[in-house]
């Protein structure tokens, strides 16, 4: 009975609120800031995502691999929020920051995101499966813009992970060299004692 009730008071109350649409939005006002790691396949696979919805100018990325600011920065993350996964992706819309998503989200569904928020009225915390929302004004929100607009990105890094090979293929080519070296050795072991 009480969840009859409280389906009929978010049906109604989804009346009452005015709705804000998505065609109300801009995409050159939304910016995303993550901190992820170049080894995370959740982390690259958001990347590719924004960037293929939004454009890559749409994203600040934050390494927190080999970076010590970015690796306290995402600490004060954990201290305030309980997030420990990573990608940790903040949402921002016109400067103001509308959600903070803990792991690999459907990017596509970043306007009823942000119109979501706005409608209640406060930041969307994603942590560990659960939703929750943080007040406008509240000392949480205010830190955690901080946090996400204080990142350093690592240009080195860009670099390197451009260039990178993961997954499956360094596997592979590890392997490979480690079947090539051990052939070497025996062919050199058998002509040695013939």
Not at 22 to 35: D, L, N
Not at 121 to 131: D, E, H, M
Not at 168 to 188: D, E, H
Request: contains cysteine; hydrophobic residues 40%; negative net charge.
């Amino acid at each position: 009975m009480k969840l009859k009730a409280l389906f009929l008071l978010l049906a109604l109350g989804s009346l009452i609120v005015p709705r804000i649409e998505a065609e109300e939005f801009e995409s050159s006002k939304v910016h995303f800031y993550m901190y992820g790691a170049y080894w995370c396949p959740h982390c690259r696979n958001v990347k590719e995502s924004i960037k293929e919805h939004f454009g890559e100018e749409t994203l600040t990325y934050y390494e927190i691999e080999g970076v010590e600011h970015n690796k306290n920065k995402f600490e004060e993350l954990y201290l305030l929020t309980g997030i420990s996964g990573i990608p940790a992706t903040a949402i921002f819309y016109e400067g103001e920051i509308y959600a903070v998503i803990e792991g690999e989200f459907d990017v596509s569904k970043t306007w009823q995101i942000i119109t979501e928020a706005k409608n209640q009225g406060g930041v969307i915390l994603v942590t560990s499966g659960k939703a929750y929302i943080l007040k406008w004004d509240s000392q949480e929100v205010q830190k955690l813009k901080e946090i996400f607009l204080s990142g350093k990105v690592n240009e080195t890094q860009k670099k390197a992970e451009e260039k990178s090979i993961c997954g499956p293929a360094s596997v592979l080519l590890l392997s490979m060299g480690a079947i090539y070296l051990r052939k070497r050795n025996y062919s050199t072991e058998v002509s040695s004692n013939v």
